[in-house]
């Protein structure tokens, strides 16, 4: 069985920044592709960023290029969102979900597990 659990949401001005980490229970977690997804109420699941499974490769939504810089510790077994210049816009439920096609993808589907969210809340 793979958990997630994710930790680092909370509170923050707009131009802030906050890391989210997500630790990954399992063994085949080098395997995984790792993605961030968001989620406000009433708005459909929306991709943020996703990584290979080998860290070589990263894809991230436009609305956050350049400010978010999603990372992988195989060691570790953990994934991590850098968010920097934070805005308002930003504010949602963030989830880490683990994707065991390995590539990376924007598309929720692909993700067979994921964790439980963490808030993320930027006031202007």
């Known amino acids: 069985q793979v958990q997630l659990v994710e930790s680092g949401g909370g509170f923050v001005q707009a131009g802030g920044s906050l890391r989210l980490s997500c630790a990954v229970s399992g063994r085949t977690f080098r395997s995984y592709a790792m993605g961030w997804f968001r989620q406000t109420p009433g708005k459909e699941r929306e991709f943020v960023a996703a990584i290979s499974w080998s860290g070589s490769r990263t894809y991230y939504t436009d609305s956050v290029k350049g400010r978010f810089t999603i990372s992988r510790d195989n060691a570790k077994n953990t994934v991590y969102l850098q968010m920097n210049s934070l805005e308002p816009e930003d504010t949602a439920v963030y989830y880490c979900?683990?994707?065991?096609?390995?590539?990376?993808?924007?598309?929720?589907?692909?993700?067979?597990?994921w964790g439980q969210g963490t808030q993320v809340t930027v006031s202007s």
């Open positions: 979900a683990a994707d065991p096609g390995g590539s990376g993808s924007g598309i929720a589907r692909s993700y067979n597990y």
